[in-house]
Nanobody, 121 residues
Framework: QVQVVESGGGVVQTGGSLRLSCAASGGDLNIGIMGWYRQPPGKPRELVATINSDGYTIYADSAKGRFTISRNDAKMTMYLQMDNLKPDDTSVYYC???????????????WGQGTQVTVSS
């Protein structure tokens, strides 16, 4: 059974930093695109950043220059380094992983349970 688990959220002051982690587990997995999304209170879920298996990255405008996405395929883990945090970054951050199982071409998408990030002013 595939599990996707985020960690690293917390409370930080404006200008501070946090590092989120997302770990996938559960069998012989071929992981494709991994991404971070967030859902501020009362708003829809939005893209923060994605990274594919070649290391190609895409960032939302709000994340450019402040956030860095990376991955370690050997550990099936993705990271989001968030610097110079602002109160508008306060949100639940979700990890999404697209994967196939070894020997199959069927692609699946899994979400983590979310981790809360709160930036105080």
């Amino acid at each position: 059974q595939v599990q996707v688990v985020e960690s690293g959220g917390g409370v930080v002051q404006t200008g501070g930093s946090l590092r989120l982690s997302c770990a996938a587990s559960g069998g012989d997995l071929n992981i494709g695109i991994m991404g971070w999304y967030r859902q501020p209170p009362g708003k829809p879920r939005e893209l923060v950043a994605t990274i594919n298996s070649d290391g190609y990255t895409i960032y939302a405008d709000s994340a450019k220059g402040r956030f860095t996405i990376s991955r370690n395929d050997a550990k099936m883990t993705m990271y989001l380094q968030m610097d110079n945090l602002k109160p508008d970054d306060t949100s639940v951050y979700y990890c999404n992983v697209e994967l196939t199982f070894q020997g199959s071409s069927v692609q699946y998408s899994y979400w983590g349970q979310g981790t809360q990030v709160t930036v105080s002013s």
